[in-house]
């Protein structure tokens, strides 16, 4: 009996494929072919060693080809291989994990978050060093049904092996039931944030909720962010918003949603604006986080900003990436612009003044602003001390 996992061609980088054999096998136990052998072939072998250790097994053969794998990457494979011959609820879960990001919060910035394939690490390795403010690791669409097991793994030993430079970390489940076996994998491997897809009321909030309280340590809270992609679930957005305190942002689909109303998605989005109109103002009504969709041309960055201003003026405050090449636009765009900024410090500092001066009325030049539009300004200064675009003690 054998069995097989991971990825290996011309140009697979930063991956292997495990063959893995349960029998009685003359030879060697492990077989290895990598251009680091001589560096690292010792590592990889005691690696094998303990995995096979680990879930027991004394009379085996390893055979793996090797395109530069990390060890959770090696680890991850051979798992999943050794799980396809000996089924087993032990998870070899590497030393020393990472720990989970303490500064993650409701409020985080999350103007930008990049969507990885959760089958491919040569993505993951490297992702933090391009500035999106989260990663997701995505175990739904961009995983083919053949491979969710091994990303399964995958994405879970990456969860502790890599700190993505502190940006939130974040995994797109599958839909129940099968998002079952993806919380289990993950729930204890540091996630901060878990995207819901294709959540239409909030049944589907309690169903997710109820497999994390399953497996959480020590009943730590997790973030969660449901993804609306059809028309009923547009329409139960505000019920979808408050059905947990753990939910930080509601996230919209495009892509499936235009599908769902027969409709074809455009540049300039009229065919969504009604979708995305309720989303915002579910999202401010229950005071959380409205995340616009992805735009898939990636390469034209020109649209890109006016897709991102677009949606930044109807009330979202980030949207997703599918790019590294679409971060900075993307955070400049959802970032408070010089002179959004001055604006609301004109409109602060005559606050502070009337307030001083024990005035009822604020005066900015010539206008007269009411209580909304200070509040409004005092939010832009918070935002821009957030995204570093000013200091704290700007008023000194």
Not at 371 to 380: F, G, I, T
Request: hydrophobic content about 40%; glycine content about 6%; some cysteine.
């Amino acid at each position: 009996m054998h069995a097989t996992s991971g990825n290996i061609n011309n140009s697979t980088r930063s991956d292997c494929q495990v063959r893995f054999t349960i029998d009685n096998v003359k030879g060697q136990k492990i077989i290895l072919k990598s251009k680091v052998e001589k560096l690292y072939g010792i590592a990889i072998k005691k690696l094998c060693d303990e995995l096979t250790s680990f879930y027991e097994i004394e009379e085996y053969q390893i055979e793996i080809e090797d395109a530069g794998a990390l060890p959770f990457v090696i680890a991850a494979r051979l798992e999943t291989a050794i799980k396809q011959l000996k089924p087993s609820n032990k998870n070899f879960l590497l030393p020393d994990p990472i720990k989970s990001n303490g500064h993650i919060s409701p409020t985080s910035l999350r103007r930008s978050r990049l969507y990885l394939p959760g089958n491919d690490p040569k993505l993951m390795i490297n992702a933090g060093i391009y500035g999106a403010d989260a990663i997701i690791l995505d175990l739904e669409d961009s995983v083919s049904p053949e491979k969710k097991t091994e990303a399964r793994i995958l994405v879970r030993n990456a969860l502790g092996q890599i700190d993505f430079y502190g940006a939130e970390k974040m995994v797109r489940i599958n839909q129940m039931p099968l998002g079952a076996d993806d919380l289990k994998a993950i729930v204890p491997c540091n996630v901060d944030t878990i995207l819901i897809p294709k959540v239409e009321k909030p049944d589907d909030v309690f169903a997710v909720e109820k497999e994390i309280e399953k497996w959480s340590p020590d009943s730590r809270k997790f973030f969660l962010m449901p993804i609306i992609e059809s028309a009923l679930g547009i329409e139960n957005a505000f019920e979808i918003a408050c059905s947990s305190k753990n939910i930080v942002a509601l996230a919209i689909g495009l892509e499936d949603y235009t599908a769902d109303i027969g409709a074809q998605r455009s540049a300039e989005g009229k065919e969504s604006f009604y979708a995305r109109s309720r989303i915002v103002n579910a999202t401010a009504a229950a005071g959380i986080q409205a995340i616009d969709s992805v735009y898939s041309e990636f390469q034209d960055l020109e649209e890109l900003k006016k897709v991102a201003e677009e949606s930044k003026s109807l009330g979202f405050v980030g949207m997703g990436c599918i790019h590294p090449a679409q971060i900075k636009v993307v955070n400049d765009v959802f970032s408070p612009n010089e002179s959004e900024i001055e604006k609301a410090k004109s409109i602060v500092l005559a606050f502070y003044d009337a307030q001083k001066n024990g005035k009822s009325v604020v005066a900015v030049g010539s206008k007269m602003v009411d209580p909304p539009v200070v509040k409004r300004a005092l939010n832009v200064i918070e935002y821009a001390i957030i995204c570093n675009k000013l200091t704290k003690d700007w008023r000194e």
